[in-house]
């Protein structure tokens, strides 16, 4: 599903040149679940923003389903973003004016989903997430592990092929934390391609391959059963 070839990405830090991604090869294939590990700085972020099509390379290639991304513009990255794949951030990012239901509707609304299309599959997904009697909270009438299975509801509304966590539970106490994580293993178990930067070794050791990281490297790729 995907394939990552030689991708390279320096950033400027106060004139210096940082290597946040060197000579990255790495292949994913439809319904993997991947973790990210590493220490802070070793380009863990850097690599889902690639995945996510967020960020460009400097050199190297990027295939989605044997399509090249490397060779989309702007726009034509932007649709297969918005087709194919899902986000979720560590710090929510939900609108603060717009109630639970509106914020998981949003991306149908931007995609010209009819509103009779676009309230059974909001309301079923409410249901499904226990979020129903929140469903018209605003945000900060919710607790942070709510606010996370609604960006996650959000990100996977359009039902993308690909979802991309970054330190997903970083704001959340050990329970709901689990709660969120258990929430995306389910979304893995239907389908979902998964991947997952944790700096939390527990969290990690969950997925059935996980990635470490260092200096923009690839240093290790694990493949085995979680326990
Ligand atoms: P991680 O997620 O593992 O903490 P990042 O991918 O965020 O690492 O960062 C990798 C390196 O690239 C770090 O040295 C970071 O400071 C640098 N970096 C990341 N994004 C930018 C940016 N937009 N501008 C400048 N430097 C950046
Ligand atoms: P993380 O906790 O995942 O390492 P950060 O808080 O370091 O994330 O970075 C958040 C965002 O800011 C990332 O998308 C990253 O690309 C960008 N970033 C990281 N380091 C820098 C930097 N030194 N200068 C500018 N942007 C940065």
Redesign the pocket.
Known sequence: MIRLEQLNKV?Q?GGEPVQALDHVDLSIDAGEYLSVMGP??SG???LL?MLGLL?TPDSGRYWLDEREMTALSEEGRAAERNRHIGFVF?AYHLIDRLSARENIELPLVLNGTAPAERKPAVGALLERLGLSHHADHLPHQLSGGQRQRVAIARAVIRKPRLLLA??PTGNLDSHSGRDVIELLEELNAEGITLVM?THDASMGARAHRRLWMQDGCLLKDERHAPG
């Open positions: 950033y830090l802070s700085g863990k972020s850097t923003n960020d560590q970054d330190e930067v």
